[in-house]
């Protein structure tokens, strides 16, 4: 009879059986990556859902009202902002072109303000008056195929309602104004805001 060379033996537990292997550490990797995918799949309840919904429902109801009521003003800043951009654009364009560069003004009457603006509320154009296409130069008159470097009308709740240059203004190569032709054009809206444009004897552009 052969001997059992000791190093193949192995014992047994008290019930007879073998005992059962340690968990191994790429065991437990897979059992903790499973229960991080599973945590990672949970979302969010209806309750959390329903309690986000009425939060947004409240803030949009708090801020919609406030923005309306800002947005008539915000329109007036930026007719403003691009009536002051239009006139140093047509000095500019003066002084590169060497030839006068005319604002015309289309003021409307404004009887109902602040409660009523006019619809449509006015507006403005910039040309070169140079006479080209068979125009007539230094008119102050668009004619011919004289460019046209800006028509502008005015936004929604703002209208020009005033100017007193004589309906026209512009610049002369040297970014002074045509004939001296000072005076202040001014937008009006329904929330009784209003802004002013004032041009100078040296071709200055005031904002007020």
Not at 11 to 24: R, Y
Not at 44 to 51: G, Q, R, S
Not at 194 to 202: D, H, Q, R, V
């Amino acid at each position: 009879m052969g001997h059992m060379r000791p190093d193949t033996c192995f014992h047994s537990d008290s019930d007879g059986h073998a005992p059962a292997k340690p968990d191994t550490s790429k065991n437990f990797q897979r059992r903790t990556g499973h229960m991080q995918r599973r945590t990672q799949q949970q979302g969010f309840t209806l309750a959390e859902v329903i309690i986000v919904v009425a939060i947004i429902g409240i803030l949009a109801a708090i801020a919609i009202p406030n923005f309306l009521s800002w947005l008539p003003n915000m329109r007036l800043k930026a007719a403003a902002r691009d009536l002051h951009s239009d006139m140093q654009r047509a000095k500019m364009e003066a002084v590169k072109r060497n030839t006068n560069v005319v604002i015309l003004f289309n003021a409307v009457a404004c009887p109902g303000l602040p409660a009523a603006v006019p619809t449509p509320g006015g507006g403005y154009q910039i040309f070169v008056d140079d006479g080209a296409g068979g125009g007539t130069v230094k008119n102050n008159i668009r004619d011919g195929s004289e460019v046209i470097l800006s028509t502008v009308t005015m936004p929604i709740d703002t209208a020009l309602c005033a100017e007193n240059f004589g309906g026209n203004t512009g610049f002369t190569p040297k970014g002074l104004l045509i004939g001296n032709n000072i005076g202040t054009v001014t937008m009006d809206n329904r929330t009784n805001r209003s802004y002013s444009m004032t041009l100078t004897i040296a071709g200055g552009i005031r904002w007020q």
